[in-house]
């Protein structure tokens, strides 16, 4: 009878004999060496989670003396302070070809840097942050964004990206939302997989970040405990995960630094091996966000030293120690004492040696080339996508007539206000992941590097390119964006007061740890515009010039004033999340009608702090009510954008029925009603009307953008697996179910809110008057269909198809 108190046997990974081979030859203490980074910049500027107190790598040793065993990765070594690239690559290639000769293996290290918005590193183009990709709604654009980041990355030597992040946003007020992408996994996911194929199909392999449940901290603070159900770490948490994993063949994953129920995840063998490896099937390697595993000691309290918590760690199923060797070496001590499996490091060691295989690291002509002579990590090109994810992500949220600000029939206005923090300043306009916002902040005698022109100068410009007579620019400061300054008020009334229109552009600075109002470590307590800027927006409003807002930030904010009675609001808004190097020529051609708005939020705009966490997938009882006096419909829906033109749909066509299991095919017309050329995204959702568990009022099913001229009509037909209907059963089997499913098209998650199945003027929970507060928000839809899926239920496999095929006739 087996010893059911044995020790585990860990299971080896398929590998190549090279790789099988290689290992068999190392020492203890080599292998321990494939399995660390080193950081060379580590003791600098702060640019991870307590990097100071951590700060013990290299200790007076040479670099010699550290890799005398070999080293698994190089961290950051363009990424960390700005350095000449090309002189960057000749030391790295030179560094490379010294680990080569001068190590007993001869095996190089694989490079890893930051990508979230763009190559992290001094003259690299920066792109708009994740919930700018969100907002476009664009797979195809995002995965042409990722491939000239690989290109570039690949070009400098560089093999390993840490990005993208596929946390799915629940709660607004957490610092890090503009690294995600999206509220809805399906949206993270599509979007996200973009990315790693793109990243990939350059040579570089993509990071997903961050396995899991991250997003779902307690109060939206960072690194905060994770109370979360199965239910919703399974079929939220994990999907976007699981698309990039069995879609996007993606070749690393980084854990989460959070607790789930007590158990930090980075010491989880339940997620981290029996969830990623056994069930969702992931073959490639785990890599430890930075300090994750020290933090298992320091953070989480759950080891006693440094040492067992790299056991912890490496049992669970972490492969690679990042950023650097603080944890992993000490392992060699408790095998040598009997005291901890090497087999355990074995596993990890055969992973991570065939990541370094399918990159080319093990082939004799590694680093025989010569490191490149001239790049342009900003060209033409990069700067193209750029723009093109900028004018995509920007967003119409509200408009009385206030833009475009010339066109067809209006004249330019001759004296523009551009006022507020955000009007004149190229840093506002980056996220917490760009180079200059991440390190260049640290380095104030340095120029960005790029051409990032401002929102001011990108107006200026615009306007000039537009012809015809110029408008005379004013500017004022107005406020900062945190903080209880009114001082820089009398000059922004007295430049609004002379102007035909003024442009107010407020939002967030994006920084880290304390450094800014949003980003990694800046968590909010409010909803509320940070420091004075709402009350900026209403004291302009009041001296009756018309007011156009520029949202620029890196959350939703709760901007009540959006609904503010005609007299004492905007005259429009429109927003973006850090839009990049070309984000303020996108905003300024928004603003003059040159480019029409067509992105939609990839998130709900809240009502108020009070109302998070909130997504729009909630059940009948999550969402707004008779048995509650508190209010959690967001001020714009989930999906919600308008246009300077306008969008109709008609001739929904779908099966009357489907086998659980199978896919159908439904179509729909949309038309361009207005006098523009324009872009909609088609947005199909359905509800499942009677579930064994409770199911989402609405729920997102596909969508595709659409560019239609004045008066023309385009088919929209989706090939859609049933599979986008699954969900866990009460034993946590993800399963499709035989029943009824309402399908319809809109404009956005509220546009047929109320179900058709809903019985008189108040059932179901829903007000009369909270109907008609629905309805208020602009939109268009189908009549809701009933398609019925039939059969048994269908039990989900990794073989199953995920995606929905779209074409456009």
């Known amino acids: 009878m087996a010893d059911v108190n044995a020790p585990e046997i860990p299971a080896m990974p398929q590998v190549s004999d090279r790789v099988r081979d290689l290992v068999a030859q190392m020492t203890l203490d080599e292998k321990l060496a494939q399995i660390v980074s080193f950081w060379p910049d580590q003791g600098g500027n702060v640019v991870a989670p307590m990097q100071g107190e951590m700060a013990t790598d290299a200790q007076g040793q040479s670099l010699a003396e550290i890799t005398a065993n070999g080293l698994g990765q190089y961290t950051r070594v363009y990424g960390t302070r700005p350095v000449d690239p090309i002189k960057r690559a000749e030391w790295l290639w030179a560094e490379q070809r010294r680990l080569k000769k001068e190590t007993r293996l001869g095996i190089p290290a694989l490079v890893h840097e930051e990508c979230l918005t763009g190559l992290a590193a001094w003259q690299a183009a920066t792109f708009p942050t994740p919930l700018a990709w969100g907002m476009t709604w664009n797979p195809e654009l995002v995965y042409e964004m990722g491939k000239i980041i690989g290109e570039s990355m690949h070009a400098l030597g560089i093999h390993l990206g840490l990005a993208p992040v596929m946390d799915v946003i629940r709660d607004h007020r957490w610092g890090r939302v503009d690294e995600c992408i999206s509220e809805d996994p399906y949206l993270v996911g599509t979007v996200g997989t973009a990315y790693v194929k793109g990243l990939q199909d350059a040579g570089v392999h993509a990071t997903l970040k961050h396995f899991l449940g991250y997003g779902g901290s307690r109060g939206g603070r960072n690194h905060a405990p994770v109370y979360s159900g199965q239910r919703e770490l399974m079929d939220i948490y994990l999907p976007p995960f699981e698309m990039a994993i069995l879609d996007g063949h993606v070749k690393s994953v980084m854990n989460a630094y959070n607790e789930i129920d007590g158990i930090p995840v980075g010491s989880s063998k339940e997620l981290l091996t029996d969830l990623l490896r056994l069930k969702v099937g992931f073959e490639g390697t785990v890599v430890a966000d930075y300090f994750a595993v020290a933090f298992l000691e320091v953070m989480h309290a759950i080891a006693a030293n440094r040492a067992d918590a790299a056991a912890l760690a490496l049992t669970a199923g972490i492969d690679v120690e990042l950023p650097g060797m603080d944890a992993y070496p000490l392992l060699a001590e408790k095998v040598r004492a009997g005291e901890f499996d090497e087999r355990y490091i074995d596993r990890a060691v055969l992973r991570h040696l065939s990541q370094k295989e399918a990159l080319g690291l093990l082939d004799p002509e590694a680093y025989e080339d010569e490191p490149p002579t001239s790049i342009d990590l900003d060209s033409p090109a990069h700067r193209d996508i750029a723009r093109r994810i900028a004018e995509e992500s920007v967003m119409l949220l509200s408009n009385d007539g206030g833009l475009?600000?010339?066109?067809?029939?209006?004249?330019?206005?001759?004296?523009?206000?551009?006022?507020?923090?955000?009007?004149?300043?190229?840093?506002?306009?980056?996220?917490?992941?760009?180079?200059?916002?991440?390190?260049?902040?640290?380095?104030?005698?340095?120029?960005?590097?790029?051409?990032?022109?401002?929102?001011?100068?990108?107006?200026?410009?615009?306007?000039?390119?537009?012809?015809?007579?110029?408008?005379?620019?004013?500017?004022?400061?107005?406020?900062?964006?945190?903080?209880?300054?009114?001082?820089?008020?009398?000059?922004?009334?007295?430049?609004?007061?002379?102007?035909?229109?003024?442009?107010?552009?407020?939002?967030?600075?994006?920084?880290?740890?304390g450094r800014g109002t949003v980003g990694e470590g800046n968590d909010a307590e409010s909803l509320d515009l940070p420091g004075v800027q709402e009350q900026l927006i209403e004291t302009l409003v009041a001296t009756g010039t018309p007011v156009v807002v520029v949202l620029v930030t890196g959350r939703t904010y709760a901007i009540d004033f959006i609904d503010n009675p005609l007299s004492e609001r905007a005259a429009a808004v429109i927003a973006t999340a850090f839009p990049g190097e070309c984000g303020a020529e996108a905003i300024a051609g928004i603003l003059t009608g040159r480019v029409n708005p067509s992105g939609r939020l990839p998130v709900s705009a809240p009502r108020s702090a009070g109302s998070m966490p909130f997504s729009y997938l909630h059940p009948l009882l999550g969402g707004p009510s008779d048995v509650t006096t508190a209010d959690s419909t967001p001020l714009r829906p989930f999906g919600f954008g308008l246009s300077y033109t306008t969008f109709e749909y008609s001739d929904l066509t779908l099966p009357a029925e489907v086998e659980a299991g199978g896919e159908f095919t439904a179509s729909v017309t949309v038309t361009n009603t207005g006098d523009r050329d324009g872009t909609d995204v088609v947005q199909m959702y359905f509800h499942d009307v009677i579930g064994s568990i409770t199911r989402p009022v609405v729920k997102l099913l596909a969508f595709s953008r659409v560019d239609l001229k004045p008066g023309e009509s385009k088919k929209v037909t989706f090939r859609i697996p049933t599979q986008r209907f699954a969900f866990s059963d009460r034993s946590m089997r993800k399963i499709v179910e035989p029943g009824d499913m309402e399908v319809w098209v809109a404009s956005h998650s509220a546009a047929s809110t109320v179900s058709a199945d809903v019985a008189g003027e108040t059932g179901g929970g829903i007000t009369a008057e909270k109907k008609q507060e629905i309805r208020k928000v602009p939109g268009a839809s189908t009549p809701r269909q009933i398609i019925t899926v039939t059969g048994d239920v269908y039990y989900i496999t990794n073989a199953d198809a995920r995606l929905v095929d779209v074409s456009i006739s």
């Open 404 to 513: 475009p600000l010339t066109g067809p029939g209006k004249a330019a206005p001759k004296t523009i206000a551009v006022i507020g923090p955000n009007a004149d300043r190229a840093e506002a306009l980056q996220g917490c992941y760009s180079f200059a916002n991440h390190v260049l902040a640290h380095f104030p005698e340095f120029e960005l590097g790029i051409e990032f022109p401002t929102i001011r100068e990108a107006l200026v410009n615009e306007f000039a390119t537009l012809g015809g007579e110029q408008p005379e620019f004013l500017t004022a400061w107005g406020c900062d964006n945190e903080g209880t300054d009114t001082s820089g008020f009398a000059e922004a009334v007295d430049v609004a007061t002379k102007a035909d229109v003024a442009i107010v552009c407020v939002g967030d600075q994006a920084g880290l740890f």
